[in-house]
């Protein structure tokens, strides 16, 4: 019966070891857990999260560093989604962060104002304005996803945001 | 003036989970007061106490997950699961057995893959797999019909109450002197001890169709069935697949070799293949969904129970059919999606 | 032989109480409220403005783009206002509407009946777009582009539908008995719009008179190009694609049209109110509004000016007779159930039910699906609600696509069926615009992303190069020290 006992044992040790050997490392779970997040995020890239980007903050949820609720472009329904992914609670979305918006704004650059000074081109974390040094800028309204990052640059202050249909209409 | 909304369509058919639970407890009905006409009251005892522990299970389970009990208590899902585990089981079986099966079935079966609708397995099957592998001794101790040109010892109802309280037989009585094989069982040791079948089925235990008493007990069985057919509770793709599926190799292999195989009408009257036809194979949750799937199903179900039965090891396969062919439900469901409307495939 | 259809109900009617008396034309009201998008597409851009005095019939707004219809007022007044007005169809929150109040003249534009076949097709279908006339079955689909897409030379096959399945409503039952020649006639001027050489007219077989004063009507035209069909009664045999499939065997394409396999279908009444148009000119104005339910205490069929407020139609139906359940725009299977009785009549509004509670059987509360398959026995589309249900609660986009739930007709059969009383049409009509806006947000997001990197990718590769001169430039610096000093 010991010698059982001892195969048992030692028929264990193996395929436990076989097993910790193929599973991945943590930094591999953690790469692929940011991946996950960062698919669930809307990618405005507009930094209200605190971080950088959205993959920075998707990493940083992944390694615990942040909460699942500080995205305002996705609003409550990203939360939601974040929150089941990680088998959590669903939580609305912190204010402190940013404010949810009703509907989605994009920029709109008033055209006469407009000194081509290309500071709001270098801003812009999707390239969705289009211009040169001394040449007229526009936003590609269908590029823009709404972070707001060159609205402060502009010197003469002629970039607003907008809803999609008052730059239709405009 | 104002009015309420609510979303169409504004009329729905008087139908619920309780009415179609309820209508499978009719449906089997008369098989069980068959059953107790031939086997004595055991069974009723086991169907007592396999509800009973079913319900509680169902509500401690409802309350660790959080959920309200009601309306998941009363659907009738638990009920029939505990039905279904005590028919299967001999009616002197211990307390401790159908207890054990039923609580495994509704707790582990069941609420641990998410409750109702969530189960991928049939949870009476599972409790009754479970009980077959660890506590095989037990469920071999079945009851001969309680037939008057039959001269064996019956135990009475206070025996049997006895026995199944207290785990044991009463001292006046032993398993070999009240015990007989099913009809299963003994075709199984008749052969394997070179009979023919015809000199096994020359057994007076044998009648016409089948073992008597169990052949009235699967004919109310499949009139229980004909009956939930008829209301549209069932639908006959997987009953049809699955007695097909047992009658046709059980045919040929009788054809190839009478006196080795039994033949069709054997097979379909005995065990559970008329239970597992009509009341455990259409079990909605665990099956597959499209008609073509459900043929599949069925037809597997029926072809692995008459491997085991006839190749294998256990006098009856129907149990482990039923699981292994829910395993295969996945799979079945991805290659049989029908066509829709205006689409070419 | 009539394919069958897969599926579907057999439903009690409920159309007797409202079929026993002739149709009845209502006084104009005191007031209408027309909505500029009371059809599907993009809604008409007004032409008058408050204070504007206005004739019935005249055109008040204009079709805006390809997919859109005009306008017409229903009575002689002054436009009051055009402001946003709670409307009975599913919007997120009121219309723009021209309110117009009745000055009792009385007084109408006078349009000349015209001679249809003197037109050319094209130029018809155009001249049918000008009287503002979409389809009356219930989806207010503008009928003009309908048309355009239809034609085709060698001319498609017309059908009229007459079927009307879904229970309690019965006004085109009482347009086919007593205006039959009408809508033949309708049926005449698509022939020749369409240049289609056959035109079947399909009746459900509970409509008896019905059938039969449009077959005496068709007798009488010696109209070789017309055929009256008649199809079992079950629901949803009325539903445009299951018409179709019925007459013609073809299945309409998933993801197409009718017109893709050759085949127009029309409401009888969008065929009368054609006629109408073209023989006396007279714009769609009214239309037949079936009035019922065991809660009116006189049910029957009324024609309505449009912008009718709908308590007026209450009222003129003898008022509600006890505790109303619901007020339904429609049919108990796919009507919507209406907040308020004063909101108006609109092209749409082929019925109005007011429910007791024995009208109806409301659905209890919502148990976990449990797997039956009884929805997926009644899909008359031949889908699987249960899997899509499924796929619907975890927005598995990709898997509701391959299922099919765009090609879900709302019908509610699925609904009534189920066991477990899910709400399975309101989850699908949630899921398909969820769905569409998934799709798209994931591909913008997709897109956005990719920018972001290539962005990212484009300033690294600009400081290394930058970093490479500077490196370059330290290192022949240092040589030159080097050689130099």
């Known amino acids: ?170 | 003036m104002t009015f309420a909304t609510s979303p169409a369509p504004h009329v729905i058919a008087p139908n619920s989970v309780r009415r179609v639970m309820g209508l499978v407890l009719f449906a089997l009905a008369p098989a069980i007061v068959m059953h107790v006409v031939f086997f004595g009251v055991g069974l009723l005892v086991q169907l007592f106490l396999g509800v009973i522990v079913a319900l509680v299970s169902e509500a401690i389970a409802l309350k660790l997950r959080r959920k309200a009990l009601q309306p998941f208590l009363t659907d009738g899902s638990a009920i029939i699961t505990g039905v279904l585990l005590a028919m299967c089981l001999p009616p002197l079986a211990p307390w401790w057995l159908v207890v054990s099966g039923s609580a495994f079935a509704v707790l582990l079966a069941k609420h641990l893959y998410g409750g109702l609708g969530a189960n991928p397995f049939n949870p009476a099957m599972v409790g009754y797999a479970v009980l077959l592998v660890s506590f095989p001794a037990q469920l071999t101790q079945w009851l001969p019909p309680q037939l008057a040109d039959l001269q064996l010892l019956r135990p009475g109802v206070g025996d049997a109450c006895y026995t199944i309280f207290m785990g044991h037989l009463p001292a006046h009585l032993t398993w070999d002197a009240i015990t007989s094989p099913t009809p299963l069982t003994s075709m199984r040791n008749s052969l394997s001890m070179g009979l023919t079948m015809q000199e096994a089925q020359a057994n007076p235990m044998f009648g016409s169709l089948g073992g008597r008493g169990w052949d009235w007990i699967n004919l109310c069985i499949l009139g229980g069935g004909v009956w939930l057919l008829v209301l549209r509770i069932i639908r006959w793709h997987i009953p049809f697949a699955m007695l097909a599926a047992i009658a046709i190799p059980a045919a040929v292999m009788n054809a190839v070799d009478p006196g080795a195989y039994p033949g069709m009408t054997f097979h379909l009257t005995a065990g559970a293949s008329m239970l597992g036809a009509f009341f455990i194979a259409t079990d909605p949750i665990s099956a597959a969904t499209s008609n073509r799937g459900k043929l599949m199903y069925g037809a597997g179900i029926g072809l692995i129970t008459y491997v085991i039965r006839t190749w294998g090891g256990y006098p009856d396969g129907v149990a482990f059919a039923v699981l292994m062919m829910n395993a295969a439900v996945p799979l079945i469901d991805r290659y049989t999606v029908p066509r829709v409307y205006g689409h070419t495939r | 032989m009539t394919p069958a259809l897969h599926g579907g109900l057999r439903l009690p009617g409920n159309k007797q109480r409202s079929t026993q008396k002739p149709l009845r034309l209502l006084p104009a009201p005191a007031q209408v409220v027309l909505p500029l998008d009371q059809h599907a597409g993009a809604a008409a851009i007004a032409q008058v403005k408050v204070g504007d005095r206005v004739l019935r019939g005249q055109l008040i707004a204009r079709a805006d783009s390809e997919i859109s219809a005009s306008l017409h007022a229903s009575i002689a007044g002054t436009v009051r206002a055009i402001e946003p007005r709670p409307v009975p169809y599913h919007r997120n929150g009121p219309s723009i509407c021209i309110v117009i109040d009745n000055d009792g003249s009385d007084a109408a534009v006078s349009v000349a009946a015209v001679d249809y076949a003197a037109f050319d097709p094209r130029a018809l279908c155009e001249y049918i777009g000008n009287g503002g006339i979409v389809g009356l079955g219930g989806a207010a689909f503008p009928t003009a582009p309908k048309l355009r897409r239809g034609q085709r030379s060698d001319g498609p096959q017309l059908i009229l539908n007459g079927a009307e399945c879904e229970p309690w409503i019965s006004c085109d039952d009482m347009l086919m008995r007593e205006h039959a020649q009408q809508i033949l006639r309708g049926a005449a001027i698509l022939c020749h719009a369409l240049q289609a050489t056959r035109c079947t007219v399909v009746i459900e077989d509970d409509k008896p008179v019905a059938e039969s004063a449009m077959r005496a009507a068709q007798a009488a035209l010696h109209d070789e190009r017309i055929v009256i069909q008649s199809v079992p009664t079950i629901y949803p045999a009325g539903g445009e694609n299951q018409v179709i499939t019925a007459v013609t065997g073809l299945e309409v394409p998933a993801s197409g049209l009718p017109s893709d396999i050759g085949v127009l279908c029309h409401n009888v009444g969008t065929a009368a109110a054609i006629a109408r148009w073209i023989d006396n000119g007279e714009p769609l104005i009214r239309r037949i509004v079936t009035v019922t339910g065991s809660g009116v205490c006189e049910p029957g069929n009324l024609e309505v000016w449009l912008g009718t407020p709908m308590s007026e139609l209450i009222v003129r139906s003898g008022g509600y007779a006890g505790s109303i359940a619901r007020l339904l725009m429609g049919g108990s299977m796919m009507g919507l159930a209406l907040p308020g009785d004063d909101l108006p009549v609109v092209k749409a509004s082929n019925c109005l039910v007011a429910a007791l509670p024995e009208d109806l059987h409301l659905r209890g509360m919502e148990m976990p699906c449990i797997r039956c398959g009884n929805c997926s026995e009644a899909c008359p589309v031949m889908l699987l609600p249960q899997q899509l249900h499924w796929f619907a609660r975890s927005d598995d986009c990709a898997a509701l696509e391959s299922l099919g739930l765009m090609d879900c007709i709302e019908c509610g059969c699925c609904d009534y069926v189920c066991p477990s009383q899910i709400p399975l049409a309101q989850r699908f009509r949630e899921a398909k615009p969820a769905l569409i806006e998934r799709l798209t947000s994931r591909q913008q997001a997709l897109q956005a992303r990719q920018r972001y990197e290539a962005r990212d990718e484009r300033l690294e590769r600009i400081e290394a190069q930058r970093q490479a001169k500077l490196a370059e430039k330290r290192k022949a610096m240092t040589q030159n020290n080097q050689s130099g000093g």
């Open chain 1, 1 to 170: 019966m010991i010698v059982a006992i001892l195969i048992m044992i030692a028929i264990g040790t193996v395929l436990a070891a076989v097993l910790a050997g193929s599973a991945s490392s943590t930094a591999q779970r953690e790469q692929l857990l940011t991946e996950r997040i960062n698919e669930r995020l809307p990618q405005t890239q507009c930094g209200r999260c605190t971080f950088t980007g959205c993959k920075p903050y998707a990493a940083a949820i992944a390694r615990g560093e942040a909460d699942i609720n500080q995205c305002p472009p996705g609003g409550d329904a990203t939360a939601k989604v974040l929150a089941d992914l990680l088998g959590r609670p669903p939580k609305p979305v912190d204010p402190r962060f940013g404010v949810v918006l009703p509907q989605p704004l994009v920029a709109w650059i008033d055209e006469p104002a407009c000194i081509g000074c290309t500071k709001c081109i270098q801003a812009c974390p999707v390239d969705a304005i289009v211009g040169a040094s001394k040449f007229m800028h526009t936003v590609i309204t269908a590029q823009c996803t709404g972070c707001e990052l060159c609205v402060p640059p502009c010197p003469v202050d002629c970039i607003e945001m907008r809803t999609v249909t008052e730059v239709a209409l405009s």
